[in-house]
Each structure stands twice: as C-alpha cells, then as structure tokens.
C-alpha cells in the first residue's frame, strides 16, 4: 500500500513524490515527447504516486506537468487527485531589487504554465543571505496565500538559523526541502529538530544522490567528469565530501547486503533509511520516466530493523563530510558546489 502523510488535514501526499528535474530543458541531453511522458507521469499517478516536486526554474516542466492536469482532467480525474509542488527562486542578481509586483507576477506564471487557479504547496528559495530580504519577500508569498493564489507555503535549502527567522516572523511553514541521504546527513546538525518543534514536514531530495545510490555503481570504478548529466556532477562532489569512492563503495556493498536481507533493491534501501528518519513526510526521487516504477513501489513494502541499522551505521561512522549546515557548501563563493549551480534561470524561464 501506497503510504501518504498529511501535511495539513485535509492535504495529504505520497511519500514518494516524483521529481521531475530531470525533464527540464538544461537537465537532459534529449528532447522529450510530450505526450509520452504525460503517458508515463499518468501512469505514476495512477499506481497511487500521486504527487510532484517541480520548479518556476525547471526549464519547460510546470507546462509539461500542466499538459497532465489537462489530459487527466479531461479523462474524467479531479484535479485535486494530483498534488503539485513547485517553487518560487528568484534569480541571484535580482534579490536585491525584487518587488511585491515581481513575486506576483512570477507566482502568476506558475500558475498560468500549470494551467490551475490555486498552487498546491509553493516552496521558497533565497540564493544569497547577504540580501537580507527574505523575510519582507516570504511575506508577500504570504499575502498571495491570503488572497488564494496559494494553498501552502513551505522552503527549500535554507539553513536552521534562517528557518527559524521564518518561524520567529510568524509564517505559517508545511513543509521545507532539504537534501537529505545516507551521504548527506546535515540536517541532522538541528534542522531536523526545529521541523518537528514545529510540525514542518521534511520533503527531502537527493536519496539516490542522482542514481549512485542504487546497484549500477557497486563495484564501479570512479567515473570521470563530464558525468551524464547535472545530478551525478552535484552528487558527485557529495560523494567527495563523505570520504570518497572507496568508503562510498563500502556503503554500496553494506546498502547491498541489507538489500538482500530484505530481497529488495540497494536503492530501495536508501530511499527507506531516509523515510524512516524522524519528521521525513517523503522522499522526492527523480523520475523523467516509469522505468524505476515497478522497483520503487517496493520501498513501501518492508522496514528496517536494529541489524540493518547497525550494518549501515557501521559505514557512516566513517563518513567525513558533508559538514555545516544544509545548502551550506553550495554557498560558497567559488567553491565547487556553488559553481555548478544556475541561480539566473528565471531570466531565460
Ligand atoms: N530543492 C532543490 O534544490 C533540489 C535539488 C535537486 C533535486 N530536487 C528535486 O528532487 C528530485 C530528485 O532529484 P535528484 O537530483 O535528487 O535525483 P535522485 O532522485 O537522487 O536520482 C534520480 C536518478 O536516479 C536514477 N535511479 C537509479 N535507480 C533508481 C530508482 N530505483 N528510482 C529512481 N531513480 C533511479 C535515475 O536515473 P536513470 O533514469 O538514469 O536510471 C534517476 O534519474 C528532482 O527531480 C527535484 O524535483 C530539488
């Protein structure tokens, strides 16, 4: 059975929300064909993953997601059987000038590529704290809540003093969108702890750190760059931080071993582990297509247990890194990880 998790009571999600990233424009190296993929998004929806992350900066995919409300509408669903997440990321070099006007028109946007009068759940990011304006600019998200344009507010990649910045200024939070996996745990460094203080669900990305998690990579030599596409290069630099390939090779082979215990798949495993960490409401797993579909159902199949826990605990006390606080490392100036990010896609959306 397919689980979901309220995050208001009368609003409730899969716990395996289907990323879709991965069809943006600048993510893939191919042009995709609308309607197969609004055939394989409704088939996704119609095994009960009933619920998508998307992005005002995911080039191309609001109006792709748009194209499945309309042919599910048509088919005779309600709309409200689909649950959309998008997101609201101002470019960096407009921070400092971005107005009331320029929030609304940018959430109007949304909703015009969507093709619906209301978003389900919008979630917040602020490139640059240095631009201390990120509480006046959550108010006006706030505001267009209140006139409807907006059924709930959650963020994404702020770290623990920020979010309580937004707690303490009274917004009324749902969710937040961390990265969180078996190779990233810095949330755990308090975020975590203030999300379930106040009831904010976490929606977390990065459990296959963009496929390496799972069997295809155990017993892999490194891979060298240029990787595939932009989710192994981020989570490449992720795998550096938590102590290299070969300690990620141990993790791959204890991931394996637990796998097999249970005769599920390694990714199957990750993406459990992290379910089960506390206030986790879902996992957001990137799915272009339903190739992983038939796999993935299976994390709702089985739980971990003590020996489990141990066998991957044994690995992750190894870990170096990553350190700091959630989206810390990829706001380093000139540091790896801000260096493969694209914070004007609004510019060209
Ligand atoms: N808020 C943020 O800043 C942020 C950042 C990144 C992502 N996200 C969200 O999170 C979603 C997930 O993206 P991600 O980059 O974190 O990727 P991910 O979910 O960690 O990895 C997805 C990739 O893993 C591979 N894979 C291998 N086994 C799989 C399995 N059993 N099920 C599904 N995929 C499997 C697939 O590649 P193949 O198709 O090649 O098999 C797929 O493209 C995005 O679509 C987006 O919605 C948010």
Known sequence: ???????????????????????????????????????????????????????????????????????????????????????????????????????????????????????????????????????????????????????????????????????????????????????DRRAEGGLVDLCREQGIGLLCYGALAGGFLS?????????????????????KLIIDEFGGWELFQDLLASLDEVAQRHDVSPSNVAVRWVLERPQVAAVILGTPTATHLTENLRVFEFSLDEEDGSRLEGTLSRALGPAGEPFGLERVADGPHASILKTELNRTG
């Not at 602020?126 to 267009?144: N, P, Q, S």
């Not at 069997?215 to 989570?235: H, M, V």
């Open 215 to 235: 069997a295809r990579y155990l017993g892999r030599n490194e891979p060298k760059a240029p990787l595939a596409n932009r989710s192994l290069t981020k989570y």
């Open 1 to 183: 059975m397919i689980e979901r998790y309220e995050l208001t009571p009368d609003y409730s999600i899969s716990r395996l929300i289907n990323g879709v990233w991965q069809l943006a424009t600048d993510h893939r190296r191919q042009a995709v064909d609308r309607q197969s993929v609004v055939r394989d998004l409704s088939r996704l929806v119609e095994a009960g993953l009933t619920t998508f992350d998307c992005a005002d900066i995911y080039l191309g995919v609001e109006e792709l997601l748009g194209d499945l409300l309309r042919a599910y509408r048509t088919s005779g669903g309600g709309l409200s059987d689909i649950q959309i997440h998008t997101k609201f990321v101002p470019d960096r070099s407009t921070l400092g000038e971005i107005t009331r006007q320029k929030v609304e028109a940018g959430i109007d946007r949304s909703l015009g590529r969507l093709g619906v009068e209301r978003l389900d759940l919008v979630q917040f990011h602020w490139w640059d704290y240095d631009v201390a304006r990120f509480v006046e600019v959550a108010g006006w998200l706030a505001e267009l809540k209140q006139a409807g344009k907006i059924r709930l507010l959650g963020t994404t990649n702020f770290d623990t003093p920020r979010m309580h910045e937004l707690v303490e200024a009274g917004f009324d939070l749902v969710a937040h969108q961390p990265q969180y996996s078996l190779l």
